[in-house]
């Protein structure tokens, strides 16, 4: 059976035409009220921790091809090898802040001191 969406409520096809029109127009009520809080948490980042996924290539790589690093010698080779216009002038405190929202989104691993890409 064929039916118009709008004409006959009854319908399958004007049931799910209904469901995905209401999902458009108010999409944050289908969060699970448990999950707004970590939804807004997520959306608003340090700002100067943000600044750093300009250098998120340049840590990739360092992991990729000299494998684990310590904080401070992961600080040291962007602070030495990261030149202008880009150059690398952030506290080791700001990157370790970076680093652990990366770990946070399961890109990086984080152990005794030690950060490697998650495989």
Same mark, same amino acid.
């Given at each position: 059976?064929?039916?118009?969406?709008?004409?006959?409520?009854d319908c399958?096809?004007?049931k799910i035409?209904?469901?995905?029109?209401?999902i458009f127009?108010?999409?944050?009520?289908?969060?699970?009220?448990?999950?707004?809080?970590?939804f807004s948490?997520?959306?608003v980042?340090d700002?100067?921790?943000?600044?750093?996924r300009?250098?998120w290539?340049?840590?990739q790589?360092?992991?990729?091809?000299?494998?684990?690093m310590? *904080?401070?010698?992961?600080h040291?080779?962007?602070?030495?090898?990261?030149q202008?216009?880009?150059?690398?002038?952030?506290?080791?405190?700001?990157?370790r802040?970076?680093?652990?929202?990366m770990?946070?989104?399961e890109?990086?691993?984080?152990?005794?001191?030690?950060f490697? *890409?998650?495989?």
């Amino acid at each position: 059976m064929v039916c118009a969406p709008v004409f006959d409520p009854d319908c399958l096809s004007a049931k799910i035409y209904n469901f995905i029109d209401n999902i458009f127009q108010s999409p944050i009520d289908f969060i699970p009220p448990e999950d707004h809080n970590q939804f807004s948490i997520q959306t608003v980042e340090d700002p100067k921790v943000e600044a750093l996924r300009v250098y998120w290539s340049y840590i990739q790589g360092m992991l990729i091809n000299l494998g684990e690093m310590t *904080l401070e010698r992961m600080h040291t080779m962007l602070n030495t090898f990261v030149q202008a216009p880009n150059k690398f002038e952030h506290s080791p405190e700001e990157l370790r802040e970076f680093l652990m929202l990366m770990v946070k989104q399961e890109k990086v691993e984080f152990r005794a001191g030690i950060f490697k *890409l998650k495989s």
